[in-house]
């Protein structure tokens, strides 16, 4: 659609050299035509335009003493992509490869993904290049209190709310919170979410990206008159979003047999042992390998990757663009038939061309990972009402909206002639509860 082409021309030349915000622009906007060819008044406004430039982008210095006494200065961004639907919501990520670029991809992403969960809640996202690996607990901590230094003057529970990411867990949002309630003297539960349970955090919330995802599968899978019993899983990264989603995979009776991390990956055809993985990555913040040197079948490996091994469902929960057209093809050759996105953007364009073509069941980030970004608003509604619930009232409440998403990206699909194309799907009902948003709100 030429319209849509003139957005994206345009996309590329205002903002060069960010070839991950190009991507997850062209992803969204390319399964668009149908819903603006069938609703003219998105046609109108520029409504595009606004849609693809952020409303705020904030860039920081981050200066910190080291152990050594030494002065450091990294980088911090946020960008508050969109506030039609709500305040802007969306993680922090410390990770030496994090730019603008990376942060902007995020915030374009987050803008549906939050849509889709239905909660009223904007796009925004935001980090470092700080790597907390091999930093010790006193360095973490006065970076994270000179980042939010400069990033509390920009938040607000009715204004923009973070939360964690890769790199940014429990240990980190708690410092977060400490200099945010120092510097503003008022104890602002719904500033931040992923909060220690006992100070504001929610139940579920650690547990829900990876539950949500697992959910998802089922989810799909029950369209086909299938379930999970006895399926096996192929899981990359070893982090928050594989750890948990490894541990509901088992707790439905599947077997999940890898994991990874940056230095290489584990294959373990019993099953891995969720408790290990917990007490070497979440306490011991050891590598994969270690994992391995104490989990007797397990193998490490530095070579290959995950996908090369056969399984029935693939879940991608490390990071970006680490699923490409070849694992795709291995993938497919060995039967797998289900693969939902726990990281942002993980399958390359290509790669997920091959699954669409190939048909098997393919759900995007945006919707497969929507739980934690879900459970952050339940954490906030529980912050507002001064309540916690019971594990079991927030794991029922997670479930009802993957659900829904679920039912809500097959209508869409099914609504725009393309049944069982989750990524339209994921797309056009985000995009269409945004779109309207902004339009009521006129131009701003
Ligand atoms: P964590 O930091 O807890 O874990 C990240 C995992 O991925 C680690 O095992 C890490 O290995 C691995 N990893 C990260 N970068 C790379 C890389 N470049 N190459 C190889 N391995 C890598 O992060 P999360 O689990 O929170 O996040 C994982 C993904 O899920 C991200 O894409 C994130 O945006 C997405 N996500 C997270 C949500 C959440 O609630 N946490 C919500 C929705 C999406 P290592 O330790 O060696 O770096």
Redesign the pocket.
């Known amino acids: 659609m030429k319209r849509i082409e003139e957005v994206y021309e345009e996309v590329l030349n205002r903002n060069p050299a960010e070839p991950e915000f190009h991507q997850a622009v062209h992803e969204v906007l390319e399964t668009l035509a149908p819903a603006i060819e069938k609703h003219s008044r998105y046609q109108d406004y520029a409504l595009l335009e606004r849609l693809v430039e952020p409303e705020r982008q904030i860039i920081f210095r981050v200066p910190w003493i080291d152990d050594e006494g030494k002065v450091q200065v990294n980088r911090g961004y946020r960008v508050e992509f969109n506030s039609a639907l709500g305040p802007y919501k969306g993680?922090l990520?410390f990770?030496h490869?994090v730019n603008r670029n990376i942060i902007k991809f995020?915030g374009f992403e987050q803008i549906f993904k939050n849509a889709l969960t239905g909660q009223g809640i904007g796009g925004g996202k935001g980090g470092s290049d700080f790597d907390p690996?091999g930093k010790s607990d006193n360095e973490v901590m006065r970076f994270c209190q000179s980042f939010m230094t400069e990033l509390y003057r920009h938040i607000g529970a009715q204004t923009d709310v973070p939360?964690?990411?890769?790199?940014?867990?429990a240990r980190e949002i708690g410092y977060l919170f400490g200099q945010y309630k120092r510097l503003t003297n008022r104890f602002e539960a719904g500033v931040l979410t992923?909060k220690a349970l006992g100070w504001g955090g929610s139940l579920v919330r650690t547990e829900?990206?990876g539950y949500g995802v697992v959910l998802f599968a089922q989810s799909m899978l029950q369209t086909k008159g299938e379930g999970l019993a006895g399926q096996r899983v192929v899981v990359?990264?070893?982090?928050?979003?594989?750890t948990y989603a490894v541990q509901k995979v088992e707790q439905l009776g599947a077997i999940p047999v890898t994991i990874?991390?940056?230095?290489g990956w584990v294959h373990d055809p019993e099953g891995i042992d969720v408790e290990l993985l917990r007490q070497v990555?979440e306490v011991e913040r050891g590598?994969?390998s270690d994992y391995a040197s104490r989990k007797k079948g397990a193998e490490f490996y530095k070579e290959g990757y995950v996908w090369d091994v056969a399984c029935d469902i693939a879940l991608p929960?490390?990071?970006?663009n680490?699923l490409n057209e070849k694992d795709a093809r291995t993938l497919l050759k060995n039967g797998c038939k289900v693969v939902a996105e726990?990281?942002?953007?993980?399958c390359t364009p290509e790669a997920i061309e091959l699954f669409q073509e190939s048909r098997i069941l393919f759900a995007p980030?945006k919707a497969a990972?929507?739980g934690?970004?879900a459970t952050s608003a339940l954490e906030m509604q529980q912050n507002a009402s001064r309540a916690q619930w019971s594990f079991d009232r927030a794991e029922h409440e997670l479930t009802k909206i993957m659900e829904k998403i679920h039912d809500d990206c097959l209508a869409t699909a099914e609504e725009y002639g393309q049944p069982g194309d989750y990524v339209l799907g994921a797309n056009i009902t985000g995009f269409e509860r945004v779109a309207d948003a902004m339009l009521q709100h006129g131009v701003i």
Do not use: Y
């Open positions: 993680g990520r990770h490869s995020l690996h939360a964690g990411d890769i790199g940014v867990g992923g829900a990206t990359s990264g070893s982090g928050n979003v594989a990874s991390d940056s230095s990555k590598r994969v929960c490390a990071t970006q680490e726990g990281a942002n953007m993980p980030g990972n929507a934690g970004v």
